[in-house]
């Protein structure tokens, strides 16, 4: 099974890369811009494997610029706020 299918399971591995990137020192800036690059390679690229990813699909599909930024930015809080509990 791709890590991608299972909600809970990509959410935990993308909190552990943003854990990785802020304890290596990158800015915050620079993982928000990452994961807005991702966020578009995801669109462009793979189908969404289960109901939360299309709901990010869908969203980032109608999304302007600044709003892919702040959709990418509260992705990286909630990926944060579920490794912390």
């Known amino acids: 099974m791709s890590i991608l299918e299972n909600w809970q399971q990509w959410t935990s591995f993308l909190g552990a890369q943003v ?3 802020k304890d290596s020192g990158m800015p915050n800036k620079i993982i928000e811009k990452a994961a ?3 966020g578009n390679y995801l669109a462009e690229n793979v189908d969404p494997k289960n ?3 299309r709901v990010l ?3 980032w599909s109608v999304a302007e610029s600044d ?3 702040a959709l990418a930015s509260c992705l990286i ?3 944060q706020n579920n490794r912390v509990q």
């Open 19 to 21: 854990d990785d990137a």
């Open 36 to 38: 807005v690059q991702i």
């Open 51 to 53: 109901e939360q990813e």
């Open 57 to 59: 699909s869908d969203l």
């Open 67 to 69: 709003e892919k930024k």
């Open 77 to 79: 809080k909630l990926v």
